[in-house]
């Protein structure tokens, strides 16, 4: 017979293999979470792309459902308007952000997959938020140097997300600091990386899990460090570091 020890590390790795990205300590906690605030309130247009983006073969990439309730929520306190989105995929989050900020509020949105874009893009349609959508095809990082370059974006952004190839964070935020504004937001999501940021190195993990750890914990410490900004890790969905630009 397993002893309770045994039987919370048994539950700990199954709750490890479901891939919802909550690193809560169990399923039917995240699961009461989901069940009593998130799904109750998620609007139909983002039910309807959640449900459509879990038939995709890549769907452990989407934004959950928690955390796009939290950014919808937070979107609306800072009274956001003209935001940016890096990594897109088909666009749970982008549809969360599109529906908290105004009529006349903006996103540009950019993924090197437009084809990820296409299959939700319907969605974001119907629910009559397109138009507040720039979207781009291709690599940010010569973008955002454009814009830097510029010289017309710099302090314009309200917010920023970044849910894309960890091993860039570091370079998007080398640029994003110069183009959100002072007192704005930057969100980076997967900072806790399932769990692996404290996982000893010989630790068993998926191959793209083991890849990327090494870039999320530089990034950790290189926004710990950073005096432009005021950070707040939080264990929302796979963790998202919250950043407040105070110079």
Same mark, same amino acid.
């Given at each position: 017979?397993?002893?309770?020890?045994?039987? $919370?590390?048994?539950?700990?790795?199954?709750?490890?293999?479901?891939?919802?990205?909550?690193?809560?300590?169990?399923? +039917?906690?995240? $699961?009461?979470?989901?069940?009593?605030?998130?799904? *109750?309130?998620?609007?139909?247009?983002?039910?309807?792309?959640?449900?459509?983006?879990?038939?995709?073969?890549?769907?452990?990439?989407? &934004?959950?459902?928690?955390?796009?309730?939290?950014?919808? %929520?937070?979107?609306? #306190?800072?009274?956001?308007?003209? &935001?940016?989105? !890096?990594?897109?995929?088909?666009?749970?989050? #982008?549809?969360?952000?599109?529906?908290? !900020? *105004?009529?006349?509020?903006?996103?540009?949105?950019?993924? !090197?997959?437009?084809?990820?874009?296409?299959?939700?893009?319907?969605?974001?349609?119907?629910?009559?938020?397109?138009?507040?959508?720039?979207? @781009?095809?291709? *690599?940010?990082?010569?973008?955002?140097?454009?814009?830097?370059?510029?010289?017309?974006?710099?302090?314009?952004?309200?917010? !920023?997300?970044?849910?894309?190839?960890?091993?860039?964070?570091?370079?998007?935020?080398?640029?994003?600091?110069?183009?959100?504004?002072?007192?704005?937001?930057?969100?980076?999501?997967? &900072?806790?990386?399932?769990?692996?940021?404290?996982?000893?190195?010989?630790? *068993?993990?998926?191959?793209?899990?083991?890849?990327?750890?090494?870039?999320?914990?530089?990034?950790? @410490? +290189?926004?710990?460090?950073?005096?432009?900004?005021?950070?707040? %890790?939080?264990?929302?969905?796979?963790?998202? &570091?919250?950043?407040?630009?105070? $110079?």
């Amino acid at each position: 017979m397993a002893t309770s020890g045994e039987e $919370q590390q048994s539950q700990a790795g199954r709750h490890q293999e479901v891939g919802h990205k909550s690193l809560l300590q169990s399923d +039917a906690l995240y $699961q009461y979470i989901l069940e009593t605030s998130v799904y *109750p309130r998620e609007p139909e247009c983002m039910k309807e792309l959640r449900e459509l983006t879990a038939k995709h073969p890549w769907n452990i990439m989407t &934004t959950s459902a928690d955390e796009g309730q939290f950014l919808n %929520m937070l979107l609306k #306190l800072i009274n956001a308007k003209n &935001t940016m989105e !890096i990594g897109v995929y088909t666009g749970y989050s #982008l549809l969360a952000t599109a529906l908290a !900020i *105004p009529e006349d509020g903006k996103i540009l949105a950019m993924d !090197i997959n437009k084809e990820n874009y296409e299959l939700g893009l319907p969605v974001i349609q119907k629910a009559g938020v397109a138009h507040k959508i720039d979207f @781009k095809e291709g *690599p940010a990082l010569p973008v955002l140097d454009q814009m830097i370059e510029d010289g017309n974006h710099h302090g314009s952004f309200d917010f !920023i997300f970044v849910d894309a190839d960890k091993d860039n964070y570091i370079n998007y935020h080398k640029r994003l600091i110069e183009l959100v504004k002072v007192g704005g937001l930057i969100g980076y999501d997967n &900072t806790l990386w399932n769990g692996s940021v404290v996982a000893p190195p010989d630790a *068993p993990m998926r191959k793209y899990v083991r890849y990327y750890r090494d870039f999320v914990l530089e990034l950790n @410490k +290189a926004l710990a460090a950073d005096p432009r900004i005021e950070i707040c %890790m939080l264990p929302v969905g796979d963790g998202i &570091t919250l950043c407040r630009r105070i $110079q």
